[in-house]
């Protein structure tokens, strides 16, 4: 078996295929399901015709089965399966990024709405940070631009959920 | 009579008419912006829709997606970046005519086609759907199976480039379905503890974390390396650039052929818009009296391709409104804002919730003409939002989607299923698992296992009885076969 020299930014080291290891997690995900979480979180007392866990169970062995045949496909294909995905590092730490920021963004937004306690003030703390880091995580743009989305769009919003729809905000 | 009649006055009064406007608006906008698409644009208007009436907010959303099917044709064709894959069957001629000096006459021929293979889906609709539903009524709980079944193994076997990885994705949906009090027991299921999980996961949290966040995220990505191009728009006319009343009445033949291709495609589950463009797209070129033309910038392609992706739009609802199956994307979101909204798909909303349905076919018509209205006055500002640059579009939507689930599913829990689901969501796209399909497992999930469990009770005390349902034996039997004809051909069929 060989497998091609690695490029930089190669998601995965030689042998080692994207969906080999799809195949792994999605096996130790029905594993566990199936031996822990179905049996400390479905009680099946009282159950008139097929117990509540069935359907539970039976999908945890179908995606264990499926996990499955991707390793065994992917063995059989030596780690170059053309239809494998292609997942980097640098998607994880974009992800981790974004996701961060929703999250401070929700915090801050909590935290101030909470101290101040009238409708939308968290938001209008929060939203124009949140906008503005949105921004630079997708590239450097002009002035203009971290400008326009930190106060016209948190406007628009504003007026459209509060004015038009009447719904809250912290 | 009277209700039907009652249900078209509901459909006419202010708010609905506005609601429909609306989603247009919201459809073709962000169904115009390169990297956004209908299902999309409906992902993200769905928390809009939550203190609406229910005739309100689903004719919104179906205004969103109609209005999104013809947003698509707009990035197509001026800036040759399909939306979805269907468009892409439109840059085949549109790119290519609205380079050649004729960007208004290739976005009237696609709005009006569009539009026109709409409404001939939507009158199929229409006159089918009371009558399917009626039969659909005498199907028990095990054919309602056998039915559920065929269909997951249609829309499984299509969707995507990798079966295994469409059916895993069915059956993570149908197993996070799971969360929740269980329908017979009344026991919880995956809970938790919590008590925001006694109702289920969240539909609309976790369709705008799994479907709209990730596709955004990973346009934030590429911002890295994008730069916006304004210069590759091409909006400029030369000439004669306007689509002559004549001129589209030479179309008919083409655009009721592709309307007639949508209308079927449509009405099957699974099969999906993408094959209906191509599909209708090579008869044309074989009816053609000029095939060498198409792909050069000919109407006639823009016309095939746009009025058979809008048909499927309403022919999609054929299964959805008489079995409660979604098709596609879209009409699996519509599922969840119909629940949303306190209604269930399936025929008995014929008999529950009659005002409701023919109060949707009128505002759906409403829609088609809304879209025709919009489109044709509109069409040099819509033209406009393809340069409209990505940091200001992106990071907006991304904040509108916090926002929506924030005030729609009543604060930060819906926020936190959202993003999780986002995560996941991400790793799919990237991993290639399709999202499609794991959509509609979490749709289709609740229904299979119950008449799944149905049935069982109906035939434990008698299991010979199964020979009562020759149907759903058929069924039955015919799954795996239909599994491997379709998997045969799946790189002609598939969707993804």
């Known amino acids: ?148 989305n930190a106060l016209a769009a948190p406007a628009v919003i504003y007026a459209g959920f509060w004015w038009g729809l009447e719904l809250p905000l912290p | 009579m009277d209700i ?176 929740g009090v269980d329908p017979e027991t009344a026991a919880p299921r995956f809970t938790f503890g919590q008590v925001d999980l006694f109702d289920g996961l969240p539909l609309a949290a976790v369709a705008i974390g799994v479907l709209a966040v990730p596709e955004i995220i990973l346009r934030l990505q590429e911002g890295l390396r994008y730069r916006p191009d304004s210069s590759r728009v091409v909006a400029n006319s030369e000439g004669d650039d306007r689509l002559t009343f004549g001129e589209f009445l030479n179309l008919r033949r083409t655009v009721l052929r592709g309307a007639g291709i949508g209308t079927a495609i449509g009405a099957l589950p699974g099969l999906g818009t993408t094959l209906a463009a191509f599909l209708s797209y090579a008869a044309t070129k074989r009816f053609s009296t000029a095939p060498e033309k198409l792909g050069t910038g000919a109407t006639e392609g823009i016309a095939a391709t746009e009025s058979a992706n809008s048909a499927v739009s309403g022919a999609n609802l054929i299964p959805l409104l008489t079995l409660g199956i979604p098709g596609n994307l879209t009409a699996a979101l519509l599922v969840g804002a119909f629940l949303i909204h306190g209604v269930t798909p399936g025929p008995l909303i ?5 005002s409701l349905v023919y109060g949707l076919f009128a505002a759906m018509i409403m829609a088609n003409v809304m879209v025709l209205i919009i489109g044709s006055l509109g069409l040099r500002a819509f033209a406009l939002i393809v340069k409209v640059p990505p940091f200001i579009i992106y990071p907006i939507v991304l904040l509108l989607c916090v926002v929506g689930i924030y005030v729609s599913q009543g604060g930060f829990f819906a926020v936190g299923v959202m993003l999780t689901f986002a995560v996941l969501g991400f790793f799919m796209l990237k991993l290639e698992i399709s999202i499609v399909c794991f959509i509609i497992g979490l749709v289709l ?44 051909d799946r790189n002609r069929l598939s969707d993804g």
């Open chain 2, 445 to 488: 999930g609740p229904m299979i296992e119950l008449s799944i469990r149905q049935s069982v009770i109906l035939l434990s005390r008698n299991p010979a009885a199964i020979l009562d349902h020759p149907f759903a034996l058929f069924l039955f039997a015919a799954s795996p076969f239909v599994a491997w004809l379709l998997i045969r």
């Open chain 2, 350 to 354: 014929f008999q529950r919730d009659t």
């Open chain 2, 4 to 179: 039907i009649f009652a249900a078209m006055l509901d459909a006419l009064s202010l708010t609905t008419f506005l609601s429909v406007v609306i989603g247009v608006m919201i459809g073709i906008v962000i169904g115009a912006v390169p990297g956004l698409n209908a299902p999309m644009a409906i992902a993200v208007a769905i928390p809009l829709t939550f203190t609406m009436a229910p005739l309100a907010a689903i004719g919104m959303l179906v205004g969103v997606m109609k209005g999104g099917g013809f947003g698509g044709a707009i990035g197509a064709i001026l800036l040759n970046t399909p939306g979805e894959p269907h468009s892409a069957a439109t840059t085949l001629d549109g790119h290519p005519l609205a380079k050649g000096g004729k960007p208004r006459k290739a976005l009237q021929t696609a709005l009006y086609s569009s539009v026109a293979g709409d409404s001939c889906s939507d009158l199929v609709l229409i006159l089918l759907a009371p009558t399917l539903a009626v039969f659909a009524l005498r199907a028990g709980p095990v054919e309602l199976a056998a039915i559920l079944v065929i269909s997951l193994t249609l829309i499984a076997s299509l969707s995507g480039r990798s079966l295994t990885k469409g059916i895993f994705a069915a059956a993570l949906g149908a197993f996070l379905a799971t969360v």
């Open chain 1, 1 to 148: 078996m060989s497998f091609p020299p690695q490029r930089p930014g190669d998601p995965t080291p030689p042998g080692l295929a994207t969906d080999l290891l799809l195949g792994i997690v999605i096996v130790l995900f029905s594993l566990l399901l199936l031996f822990w979480i179905i049996p400390t979180q479905v009680n099946d007392a009282g159950a008139f015709g097929l117990p509540p866990s069935l359907a539970p169970r039976a999908l945890a062995w179908l995606m264990a089965a499926l996990g499955t045949v991707l390793i065994a496909g992917n063995l059989r294909l030596g780690g170059e399966d053309p239809l494998a995905g292609k997942l980097t590092w640098q998607d994880a730490g974009h992800l981790a990024l974004c996701i961060l920021a929703v999250a401070l963004m929700l915090i801050v937004m909590r935290l101030v709405g909470d101290a101040i306690g009238r409708p939308y003030s968290g938001f209008w703390i929060a939203a124009p940070l949140g906008l503005i880091a949105f921004t630079l995580i997708h590239t450097r743009a002009p002035l203009w631009a971290y400008a326009f």
